[in-house]
């Protein structure tokens, strides 16, 4: 029984941030999404999409997800790069989303059924002082969240990655301070940051410690360094921070240079979380066999979809590496339900990062899981359980945005 597809569109929305997302739709009217946004270049995918992907979709069976990403994985001779796995990661999830809408099933019940009752996530907690953090962990944990992230200003400069400041800590249409923590910013270039990371290496572990005496010993409680630190900093690091137990020290150098995680490793006892920015299995092939990472960062949306990040995920499993899949506002709802499905079939579930899509974005996408005593569950509705109003997406049109550049106090370029 084959299952001709009909139809392949992308559609690119902006309700409030951009998104680009793949409605695959077969002959006999079943219909699938899948998650291509890429952070500030969503138009590289969706041109990949439509004009090299699309086209090569209409015609083919539906069922046939494995040998599609073959296809065009291989088949595309360019291998890997972020432009080319998240347009493979939208056809792979809308192809998943039609194969359990064919069998009437929510998705995770095709990829083994539930391995647990919901997925723990971890909320987001910053302040530009000690007084603003510890009041936005209090929200967070009013809110239900049983982990949390901590981001906080340091002092002597004016704007940290991952730090809402007073002026758009309120970007919750609802006038609540939910935080979009990285708006890729709507204009022609990009906003400039200025980076200093000795002044950040003295102050965190300070701060780290702080929200440790202030909210106790059981508080999960992680931290995102952003690519920014070399080996030996991150090293210094792990280790000052190892008194205030994280739960993980996530990014701690560009993730490129696989091998720059031994140094790190071998002076500290915290855990790291990497992966990002990686989209392929290769990406992390290091990072396993010599096990020096705890969590995999990669998402769905970025890394080759449902059957990538699977693979990724049960090649870490031997090295009892869990999942900590990325889930900022930017991998949009169709992405995070794909994380859902899959989070709650696999084996090793670490923990799933929910940034919380604001309620314009959800009224795009209409999602049918759910957040609850801090864990999240898929919902049962066939499917990834995510709808697309094409009315919504139609009103709310692509705006050019980037994310921010960082430059150290001197001037030079510095990773982001
Ligand atoms: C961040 C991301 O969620 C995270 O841990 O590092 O928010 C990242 O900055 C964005 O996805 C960039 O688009
Ligand atoms: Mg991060």
Do not use: C
């Not at 360019?78 to 080319?84: D, H, I, L, Q, Y």
């Not at 701060?207 to 106790?216: H, S, T």
Request: charged fraction near 20%.
């Amino acid at each position: 029984m084959t299952m001709p597809i009909a139809n392949a569109e992308v559609l690119v929305s902006n309700p409030g941030r951009n998104f680009v997302t793949l409605r695959i739709t077969t002959d006999d009217g079943f219909v699938g999404l899948g998650d291509a946004t890429l952070n500030g270049r969503e138009l590289a995918v969706a041109a990949y999409l439509s004009e090299h992907l699309a086209p090569l979709l209409i015609g083919r069976d539906a069922h046939l997800i494995e040998d599609t990403w073959q296809y065009l994985y291989r088949g595309a001779y360019w291998r890997r790069g972020p432009v080319t796995m998240a347009a493979i990661a939208a056809v792979d999830t809308a192809l998943w989303d039609i194969k359990a809408k064919v069998a009437g099933l929510p998705l995770y019940q095709l990829l083994g059924g539930r391995s647990r009752s919901g997925l723990l996530v971890y909320g987001h907690a910053s302040g530009m002082d000690l007084h603003e953090l510890y009041d936005s962990i209090r929200e967070q944990l009013a809110e239900g969240y049983r982990a949390i992230r901590v981001q906080t200003g340091v002092p002597g400069l004016a704007s940290v990655y991952g730090v809402a400041s007073s002026a758009n800590a309120s970007v919750g249409d609802g006038g609540d301070r939910r935080y979009d923590y990285e708006p890729a910013r709507r204009s022609a270039v990009p906003v400039e940051e200025s980076w200093d990371t000795r002044a950040y290496l003295r102050h965190v572990p300070t701060v780290l410690e702080a929200v440790r005496n202030e909210f106790g010993p059981e508080l999960p409680l992680l931290h995102d360094a952003h690519h920014r630190l070399t080996p030996i900093q991150a090293a210094k690091l792990g280790k000052a921070v190892e008194p205030y137990d994280l739960f993980w020290l996530e990014d701690v150098t560009p993730a490129e240079n696989q091998a720059a995680l031994r140094r790190v490793r071998e002076h500290t006892t915290t855990p790291l979380a990497i992966g990002e920015v990686f989209n392929t299995i290769w990406d992390y092939r290091e990072l396993f066999e010599e096990q020096l990472i705890d969590y995999v960062r990669s998402a769905v949306t970025h890394a080759g979809g449902i059957t990538g990040l699977r693979r990724i995920l049960d090649y870490a499993a031997i090295y009892q590496i869990k999942s900590g899949v990325h889930g900022p506002t930017d991998v949009s709802p169709v992405g995070l339900a794909a994380a859902i499905h899959l989070g709650i079939a696999i084996p090793n579930f670490g923990i799933q990062e929910y940034m919380r899509h604001s309620p314009a974005t959800d009224e795009l996408f209409r999602p049918g899981y759910t957040f609850a005593d801090g864990m999240l569950t898929p919902g049962e509705a066939p499917g990834l359980g995510v709808d697309y109003d094409d009315a919504v997406g139609q009103a709310h049109p692509y705006q050019a945005a980037y994310l921010p550049v960082n430059r150290l106090l001197d001037g030079t370029v510095h990773d982001w």
